[in-house]
Each structure stands twice: as structure tokens, then as C-alpha cells.
């Protein structure tokens, strides 16, 4: 550490209503080093700036901005920074809901992946997992997070064919389209349409292009738009069209009409 420069301890830490997640913990250390400990829960973590030196199972790894590291529960590791300004990271704790203990000697054969997809997916995780309002979509990036590790750790047991199947993927469809309001999470589907959570996105997706959070956001946001043009105040669209809040309607209404619900209410020229 440079002379002079005092340690930062950034911390904020919260358990979401996803179904899997034990914890998320997002970090920003300059001199702190972790002692050998275990978790309970598997560890999945990206670095966005610095990167984290780690011994698992009497191994040293590193964790550069590019790569997940996967840690398994119950195996010890420490972490210090590898240079003086630290670094930043992002954490989810996940209990075996997505990933089995047949994956745990993988991990910790190599936890540090680098993959593209992956790292990007787990982004997409943490993007919509700070956000209240987003479940369904952190509850899908997550599932086909713990698909995509299946496959990386255990490509021969993990292998899975990209095909169709309309007819699951109306039937999700469906289920969306009665619940725009109250909302679906996928666990929820996937017991209902007995399906696993993964292949209902992907089949979804694959149907529809557009994943299922997505269409859902897309049926609240029209019902959003008919209920502004009655006159109706936007924190009040907001609740009777299944948002969060009306910060939750407001960025998806700006994302798919270009303007803000209020904007949108006052300027007919936009219809």
C-alpha cells in the first residue's frame, strides 16, 4: 500500500428472494487478506477491479477480471489482494440448488474459469439481483449459470442439445400471461410444467426469442401504457401492473418506449 493511503473496507451484503441464493456480498478491500476458512454454500465470484490471490486445497489461484472462480462448501481457502490498491468484487453464495456435489471435486480441481459466456452471465446475475423487481430474471440468469458450469466442469455428463419444443414454450406462455400482475418465478414453473428451469428458458427463448423475464416485463409495460393514457398517476400504474415500485417501471417503460411514464402520459405525439 502506498504511503499514506488508508485501507478501504466497502461492504454491502443482502439475501434476495431467489430461490438457490444464500447470500450476496459485494466487496471493495485494499490491505484486508482473508484467514483459511470454509463456507457452507458453493462460492461463485468475479472480480471487476484488482484480483485476489487464493489457496484451495493447498493450491494457489488467482482470480483476474476475466474469470469465475467457483468455490466448493466446506473446502478451506483464504484471499488476499495481489496488488496494493486491492480490489473489487462480487459475490453470490448458492446452496445445491444448481450445482451438485458431483461438480464439488471439479471445482476444486479448477475453480478459476475462463469463459466468456459464463462471466458475462454471471454480470447479468449481479446486475438484476440489486435491482428489486427483477426475480424472475436473476431466478433465469442463475439457472443457466449453474447449467453453463455444469457443462464447463463436467462437459461429458453436462451435455446439452439446443432443441425445440413449442409446445412447453406455449404453455410457459401461458402461465406468464396469467400471472402479468402477480408475477411467476421459475421454480414455480418448472414444478408446475414439470420441466427443469433451464430448459424452460431455453425453450422459451428459443420459441419466442425473447427470454421469459422479458416477455413478462414487456406484457406489464403495455397494460402500463393503456392505464397512463386513462390518466392514471404513474406510482399507481406501477402497482396494479406488477412492478416493484414505480423506479421499477420507469426503467423498463424508458427501455422498451423510450421515454419515461410520466413523459409518455403528457406527450400524445410519442402514441
Do not use: C
Not at 488476499?80 to 490498491?85: E, F, K, R, W
Not at 479448477?110 to 446475475?125: I, N
Not at 449453474?146 to 453436462?158: I, N, S
Not at 420459441?207 to 404513474?234: C, F, K, M, T, W
Amino acid at each position: 500500500m502506498a504511503p499514506g493511503t488508508a485501507a478501504r473496507q466497502e461492504v454491502s451484503a443482502w439475501r434476495p428472494r431467489v430461490p438457490g441464493v444464500v447470500e450476496v456480498f459485494h466487496a471493495h478491500f485494499t490491505e484486508y487478506a482473508y484467514p483459511m476458512h470454509v463456507h457452507e454454500a458453493w462460492t461463485l465470484l468475479i472480480v471487476d477491479d484488482g484480483a485476489v490471490r487464493y489457496d484451495l486445497d493447498r493450491h494457489e489461484h488467482g482470480t483476474p477480471h476475466d474469470t469465475v472462480s467457483l468455490l466448493p462448501p466446506h473446502v478451506p481457502h483464504n484471499g488476499s489482494p495481489v496488488t496494493p490498491d486491492g480490489f473489487r468484487k462480487r459475490v453470490v453464495y448458492l446452496d445445491g440448488t444448481h450445482l451438485g456435489d458431483d461438480l464439488i471435486g471439479p471445482a476444486v480441481d479448477g475453480p478459476d474459469l475462463r469463459d466468456p459466456v459464463l462471466r458475462r452471465r454471471v454480470g447479468q446475475l449481479h446486475t438484476a439481483l440489486v435491482r428489486p423487481g427483477e426475480e424472475l430474471e436473476a431466478e433465469s440468469r442463475l439457472t443457466l449459470i449453474g447449467d453453463r458450469l455444469g457443462t464447463l466442469l463436467r462437459p461429458r455428463l453436462h451435455t446439452h442439445l439446443a432443441r425445440r419444443d413449442p409446445a412447453l414454450a406455449r404453455r410457459l406462455r401461458e402461465l406468464l400471461d396469467e400471472r402479468v400482475v402477480e408475477g411467476l418465478s421459475l421454480e414455480e414453473a418448472a414444478g408446475l410444467l414439470q420441466a427443469h428451469p433451464a430448459h424452460l428458458v431455453r425453450v422459451f427463448s428459443t420459441a419466442y426469442g425473447i427470454a421469459p423475464h422479458q416477455y413478462l416485463n414487456s406484457r406489464r409495460v403495455d397494460r402500463a401504457r393503456r392505464l397512463l393514457l386513462e390518466g392514471r398517476p404513474p406510482g399507481e400504474v406501477a402497482a396494479e401492473t406488477g412492478f416493484f415500485d414505480q423506479s421499477h417501471l420507469t426503467r423498463h417503460f424508458r427501455k422498451l418506449v423510450g421515454i419515461t411514464p410520466g413523459r409518455y402520459a403528457r406527450n400524445p405525439s410519442v402514441r
